[in-house]
C-alpha cells in the first residue's frame, strides 16, 4: 500500500518544527522554547537540549543502563521524559536535538486509553517520583502550581536515589542554571511582579475595564470604576504581566480578541472603547489622538515597564560542552 499522501502532511510538519529545544513549565507541561543565537547559527547542526519530548531518542545501550533505564515505579506514561532528561544531563551526560534526523511517530487512529489496572492517578505519583529523586528544593514549584502531588505518596524511591548517589550526579540547582539557564525567561518558577496593577481605567469614557469574572470565551466590557463609586460591584482588579498580556488579579485567564474574523484581530490594533458609553470593548487601528484608546493603570511599576531582558547577552551563553562531563 502506497502510504506517501498521508505521510505528506506529517512530514511537512516536521521540517517546519526545527529549531526549537525541549523544556517544560512548572505544571511539568512539555514546551518548546527558541534556540540560542549560537545555535541558529548552524540550523542543520546538532544543539543541546534541556528536555527531549519522550518516546522517541538514541542512547547508547549501556549508557542507558548505566543510568539505570527508566526508572521501574513510572506506570504506563506521564513523567518518563523528566526522569530521563534530567538523569542524563545531571549525572554527567549530554542531550542533543539532531535537525536532520527523521522520526516519525504515528498515532492510532482510534484513542484506546489504557486500563487503570487500579492504580488510580499514575500520572502524578510519577511526577512525584520524578520530583522527589532528581529536583531537590526545586520540587516546591512544582507542587505550587500542582498542589494536589503534595499528598502523593510516591513509593519506593530508595533505588533512584542510589543510583543518583552512585554516579555522583549532579543538583537540580546545577541543571537549571547551566543547562536551563534560559527558562526562567519563558516559563519562570516565581512569577514576577506585574508591570501595572489595580483598575484600567480609559481616559475617553472615564469608566474602567471590567471582566466581571467572566469565564473564557465570555464577552466583558467596562463599567463605572468601583474607585468611584464605593458600593460598586464587579471585577475591576487587573494586572499587567511580564508576558505583556492582561489578567484579573488571582486568575490565569487572559484578555484576548475574537478570533472569528478573518483576518488576526490583534496585528497592530489597540484596546478601544466605544464612545457611545455602551461599555463595549473593541480592537481597532490605533489611534495616538483617540482618547477612546488611551488608559491609565491605578498603579504602575516603570521599573519593571522599562526592563528589557538581555536576550543577546542571554544568547552569548553556551549550554555546556562535552569537556564539562569528561
Same mark, same amino acid.
Given at each position: 500500500? !502506497? ?13 517546519? $518544527?526545527?529549531?526549537?529545544?525541549? $523544556? ?24 543541546? /537540549? ?9 542512547? $547508547?545501550? %549501556? ?51 489504557? &486500563? !487503570? ?21 526545586? %520540587? ?27 554516579? %555522583? ?7 537549571? %542554571? ?48 468601583? /474607585? ?38 490583534? $496585528? !497592530? ?20 489622538? /483617540?482618547?477612546?484608546? &488611551? ?32
Amino acid at each position: 500500500m !502506497n502510504n506517501a499522501k498521508q505521510l505528506t502532511p506529517l512530514l511537512r510538519q516536521l521540517v517546519a $518544527s526545527l529549531g526549537l529545544l525541549g $523544556s517544560f513549565d512548572w505544571k511539568f507541561n512539555y514546551k518548546r522554547l527558541p534556540l540560542l543565537k549560537k545555535d541558529r547559527e548552524n540550523p542543520t547542526e546538532p544543539f543541546p /537540549s534541556p528536555v527531549m519530548a519522550g518516546g522517541y531518542f538514541a542512547i $547508547s545501550t %549501556k549508557w542507558f543502563w548505566e543510568l539505570g533505564g527508566y526508572d521501574e515505579g513510572l506506570d504506563i506514561w506521564g513523567g518518563e521524559q523528566y526522569e530521563l532528561s534530567f538523569k542524563v544531563w545531571q549525572c554527567h551526560g549530554r542531550m542533543v536535538d539532531a535537525p536532520c534526523s527523521r522520526v516519525a511517530h504515528i498515532y492510532r487512529c482510534k484513542y484506546a486509553p489504557f &486500563k !487503570n489496572a487500579g492504580i488510580g492517578d499514575f500520572v502524578s505519583r510519577n511526577y512525584k517520583r520524578v520530583a522527589e529523586v532528581w529536583m531537590d528544593e526545586y %520540587k516546591q514549584y512544582l507542587f505550587k502550581h500542582r498542589p494536589s502531588l503534595e499528598a502523593v505518596d510516591a513509593g519506593d524511591i530508595s533505588k533512584q536515589k542510589a543510583i543518583r548517589a552512585r554516579l %555522583k550526579c549532579k543538583s537540580f540547582d546545577w541543571f537549571m %542554571k547551566e543547562v536551563a539557564f534560559d527558562q526562567d525567561l519563558y516559563y519562570p518558577a516565581v512569577e514576577p511582579k506585574p508591570s501595572a496593577r489595580g483598575e484600567l481605567r480609559n481616559k475617553g469614557t472615564r469608566k474602567c475595564v471590567d471582566t466581571q469574572y467572566k469565564e473564557e470565551n465570555q464577552r466583558f466590557g467596562l463599567s463605572k470604576c468601583i /474607585s468611584d463609586d464605593p458600593k460598586g460591584t464587579g471585577e475591576q482588579n487587573l494586572r499587567l504581566t511580564r508576558w505583556h498580556d492582561i489578567r484579573p488579579e488571582g486568575r490565569s485567564v487572559c484578555f484576548d480578541a475574537s478570533s472569528s474574523e478573518d483576518k488576526a484581530p490583534v $496585528s !497592530n490594533q489597540c484596546l478601544t472603547a466605544e464612545p457611545d458609553g455602551s461599555g463595549f470593548l473593541y480592537m481597532r487601528r490605533c489611534d495616538s489622538e /483617540s482618547l477612546y484608546q &488611551k488608559w491609565i493603570w491605578q498603579a504602575s511599576h516603570l521599573n519593571i515597564i522599562e526592563m528589557v531582558l538581555d536576550k543577546d547577552l542571554l544568547n552569548e551563553r553556551q549550554r555546556n560542552e562535552p569537556h564539562e562531563f569528561e
